[in-house]
């Protein structure tokens, strides 16, 4: 049956297949091969202090180089591997490697960098997480106030007793943590006081139509004074213009990430921009 679907077979990554278990256990493979392979990377995309246009840190997006298909987006990968499982070594893959790397760059001087990692519900939910990044942390000899961790309301919603825990355990070791796609779930105000977090990072959707959209604006807004109140940073997604960044500057928002600064980059590039910026 996989022979006749072809190798180029675009319905490969759709999410119907995973009704079909031949078509789960070849996509399965496919995502082992790829970690026993090397076919990922992390790309860092940097993130600015947005009074003064200071780089602060950078997050860091996984990168799937398909052999036959080329880059595939973690759009696409992500939520299978997080239905299948396969989230898990491929996050910490994506922590090792992260940490391999901030080790590198402390060592040529990038020491006041801080590197956000995504992680998705299962991998927040998994156990030992807490002792995992700790042994990695130390594994690489990385302080955890180099790393940042990014769940979404979803991860904390489902059980947000169990997340009050975990998060005041990450807390308690140095690590912070960042609400990603703020505004997009299901979340309780409510709760937000109780989690130990120290980011909101407002959702690319209600940045995109600023300062044009007034339904798009009041939402920045609110986000901006909620975390403002709450002793919350925030950070916005996908700034891409001038009138955007000045928009969130003036209504106080800290930090942005986007291609107005910087779209994401490999290994290298960010090194060369952070040297740069460090200059
Ligand atoms: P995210 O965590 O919300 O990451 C931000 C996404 O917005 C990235 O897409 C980034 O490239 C894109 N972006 C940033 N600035 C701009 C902009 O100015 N304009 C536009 N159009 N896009 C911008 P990317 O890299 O494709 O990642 C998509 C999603 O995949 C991420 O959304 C995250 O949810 C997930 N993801 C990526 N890497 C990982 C990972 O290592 N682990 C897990 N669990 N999820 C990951
Ligand atoms: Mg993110
Ligand atoms: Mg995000
Ligand atoms: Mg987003």
Redesign the pocket.
């Known amino acids: 049956h996989a022979k006749a679907m072809g190798r180029n077979n675009f319905q490969f990554f759709s999410p119907e297949m995973n009704r079909f278990s031949n078509e789960r256990l070849l996509l399965e493979n496919s995502l082992h091969r790829a970690l026993a392979q090397g076919e990922f990377t992390?790309?860092y995309?940097p993130q600015a202090d947005i009074a003064s246009g200071r780089l602060v840190g950078a997050?860091?997006?996984?990168?799937w180089h398909h052999p036959e298909r080329g880059m595939v987006?973690?759009?696409q990968f992500?939520p299978l591997?997080?239905e299948n499982g396969m989230?898990l070594p491929?996050?910490t893959w994506?922590l090792r490697e992260v940490c391999r790397q901030i080790k590198v760059w402390r060592e040529v001087g990038l020491t006041d960098l801080r590197f956000a990692?995504?992680?998705?519900p299962r991998?927040f939910h998994q156990e030992n997480l807490v002792g995992n990044i700790i042994d990695i942390l130390r594994e690489f000899d990385v302080p955890a106030s180099a790393l940042e961790l990014?769940i979404?309301e979803g991860s904390v919603m489902e059980n947000p007793d169990a997340a009050v825990s975990l998060l005041n355990q990450l807390n308690q070791h140095g690590l912070s943590i960042a609400i990603?796609?703020f505004g997009t779930g299901y979340s309780s105000l409510g709760y937000l006081k109780r989690f130990p977090v120290s980011k909101l990072?407002i959702?690319?959707s209600f940045v995109m139509d600023i300062p044009g959209d007034p339904d798009d604006s009041a939402i920045a807004i609110a986000v901006i004074q909620l975390a403002r109140s709450l002793g919350l940073k925030t950070v916005a997604?996908?700034?891409?213009t001038t009138v955007q960044r000045q928009f969130l500057s003036d209504q106080g928002c800290d930090m942005l990430?986007?291609?107005?600064y910087s779209?994401?980059l490999d290994a290298a590039t960010f090194e060369a921009f952070a040297l740069h910026a460090a200059r």
């Open positions: 992390v790309h995309q997050e860091a997006l996984i990168r987006s973690p759009l992500i591997a997080e989230i491929i996050g994506v990692v995504n992680l998705s991998q990014e979404t990603d796609d990072k959702d690319r997604e996908g700034v891409e990430q986007g291609y107005w779209k994401p």
